[in-house]
Nanobody, 125 residues
């Protein structure tokens, strides 16, 4: 079992940047893919970005491609999400999830687990 703690959210103006972090403990972090998801009020949790166990492959939702960058530091058991050119529609609670395999097979939320508490990102217009 892995425990995940997301941090780095906040209030930012449109066009601004934030860097989210997700610290993992418990299960061997470096053996599994990781993902970032978000959930806005009244909406379902949606995929944002994912990264394979060694950082060799990354995946992004079309809505964030070119603006967000996912990365990981296995020595620190941490995965990051750098968010640039933020838009009001990026407002949501952001969650990190642990995959069940080394590579990213699917980006559906059901393929990830151990979500943690999430971190709120609010982008004002």
């Amino acid at each position: 079992q892995v425990q995940l703690v997301a941090s780095g959210g906040g209030l930012v103006q449109a066009g601004g940047s934030l860097r989210l972090s997700c610290a993992a403990s418990g299960r061997t972090f470096s053996s599994y893919a990781m993902g970032w998801f978000r959930q806005a009020p009244g909406k379902e949790r949606e995929f944002v970005a994912a990264i394979s166990w060694n950082g060799g492959s990354t995946y992004y939702a079309d809505s964030v491609k070119g603006r967000f960058t996912i990365s990981r530091d296995n020595a620190k058991n941490t995965v990051y999400l750098q968010m640039n050119s933020l838009k009001p529609e990026d407002t949501a609670v952001y969650f990190c999830g642990s995959g069940r395999t080394r590579v990213v097979i699917t980006t559906t939320p059901a393929a990830f687990s151990s979500w943690g508490q999430g971190t709120q990102v609010t982008v004002s217009s």
